[in-house]
């Protein structure tokens, strides 16, 4: 698990060192604000070799809720579910197209609905790691 972790570390700092002359990306979950719309998701977005983001539209359809996938020898690592079990499931079923890796676990980074109404729907063989403070809320 350590060498996912670090994986993980690794790619966020990639993500952050944004060349200066680079023109920064809208930073909010607000589809219009980034001139998008429902039909423009669910979508999977490569990051990095064998690191995903998961973009759905939001309980409501004006925001996403958004996943990381990481894809380790081990298994997949997934932060955090979507709303619903029928988005959840069609989270894994996207994953399920990336690789044949199983979802190992699944992190609760986001203890609020938008992120853990469907977490029934992963594998019962996933493993969720959560905060104390996010165990307490759940």
Known sequence: MSRTLSLICLVFVTLIAVPAHAQAPVQTAELTK???????????????DNVYAYEEVHVGGEITTNNLIVVTREGVLVVDGQ???EKTARLVA??????????????????HGDHTGGNQTFPKTATFIASTASQAAL
């Open 34 to 48: 980034r001139g998008l719309g429902p039909a423009d998701f669910p979508r999977v977005i490569k990051l990095a």
């Open 83 to 85: 709303g619903t079990p």
């Open 94 to 111: 996207e994953i399920g197209k990336i690789t044949p890796q199983p979802i190992r676990y699944v992190v609760v980074a986001s203890e």
